[in-house]
């Protein structure tokens, strides 16, 4: 095997969960060429990795992505998607190919009935088997996150209050279901005696701006000035590219995150992670890919999971799920980021 092609569209959690299969399939298999195909959206989450050979992108036209990865002659494809379009990709190519199992039906009975028949793999390792067959095994070293230089994020640009560190707070999802409502995120920093860095994309960015606005208004300053305790936030929603956002993930003391694309950058970078877990649940196995983390959640609630993905509302109208998360944590002790 001398060409391999690894494709996943999206988004961008799944995509650097991918990481470990081409990093060992690189290193693992001899004289391997290894190609990346995914959304043209996505493509700075693989460019500057350096155990991709070449990328792709899906942008308007299957068929054209279809002619140019023809032209590549591929010894094995490895879908790591396995949804229709890479089905149809796979069949036009011709070429010896391996899917992951998305085990559909076993969500689909924990979504339905609380069943729960997910086998007690991470989401990792069952990419990995997908590559099996080529003699790849998980070699331990965790996900991979690569950013280029351009897009490191200086902590002298920083307000004075975060540039001797910092807890970061990824605040957006893509679905509401799987974000905490703006109260419970000003309940949630308010317990944090620190600086915080809130980020997200620019959809996030009113969102951020309430939550700042709240700690430096005067009721919250009488508080502080009474307790003693105080939470500085600089919202830098939509402030960073995705490398940007990566970069102050890297760079800070621990993340709280909802089951979102930057809970796995987090754990690309090793850091002490919290993830929020509203009506998606770790049992789909796609925890935080790490030893330093802790799980909030509402467990044993009658309706979770309601999705596999999430909802623009809580189709039970209660949203327990993220009203009732018991905020209860200890901080690692903040230092200087170097």
Not at 81 to 109: C, E, M, V
Not at 191 to 202: A, E, Q, R
Not at 269 to 280: A, C, E, L, P
Request: glycine share 6%; with cysteine; aromatic share 10%.
């Amino acid at each position: 095997m001398k060409k391999i092609l690894i494709i996943r569209f999206s988004s961008i959690g799944d995509i650097v969960l991918t990481t470990p299969v081409i990093r060992c399939v690189k290193e693992q298999v001899p004289g391997a060429e290894v190609h990346f195909c995914t959304k043209a959206a996505f493509r700075n989450i693989i460019a500057s990795n350096p155990y991709v050979d070449k990328v792709f992108c899906l942008e308007k036209s299957l068929k054209d992505l279809l002619a140019q990865l023809k032209a590549e002659n591929y010894d094995l494809v490895l879908d790591l998607h396995n949804n229709l379009r890479t089905r149809i990709l796979k069949t036009r190519l011709g070429r010896p190919a391996r899917s992951f199992d998305k085990l559909n039906y076993r969500k689909w009975l924990l979504v339905k009935f609380k069943i729960n028949r997910m086998p007690d793999v991470h989401i990792v390792d069952r990419y990995l088997a997908t590559a099996a067959p080529l003699g790849v095994k998980n070699d331990g070293k965790g996900l991979d996150y690569f950013i280029p230089e351009q897009d490191e994020v200086d902590m002298r640009t920083l307000p004075q209050t975060h540039q001797n560190g910092y807890y970061a707070m990824a605040i957006g999802a893509q679905h509401y279901t799987k974000r905490l409502p703006v109260d419970r995120l000003i309940e949630l920093c308010a317990k944090i005696n620190g600086p915080i860095v809130l980020l997200g994309g620019k959809e996030d960015l009113e969102v951020g701006r309430m939550v700042e606005m709240y700690f430096s208004s005067e009721p919250y300053s009488s508080q502080v000035s009474e307790g003693g305790k105080q939470t500085v936030i600089y919202n830098a929603c939509g402030k960073y590219n995705l490398n940007g956002s990566a970069s102050l993930v890297r760079q800070a003391r621990a993340i709280f995150s909802h089951d979102t694309g930057l809970m796995h950058i987090a754990a690309a970078f090793q850091k002490k992670i919290y993830s929020i877990w509203g009506n998606t649940v770790p049992a789909f196995g796609m925890y935080p890919y790490t030893q330093d983390y802790e799980v909030m959640e509402v467990k044993n609630l009658y309706c979770r999971p309601c999705s596999k993905i999430g909802y623009s509302q809580c189709p039970q109208r209660h949203f327990r799920c993220m009203r009732e998360i018991n905020f209860d944590f200890t901080l690692p002790v903040l230092e200087q980021q170097r």
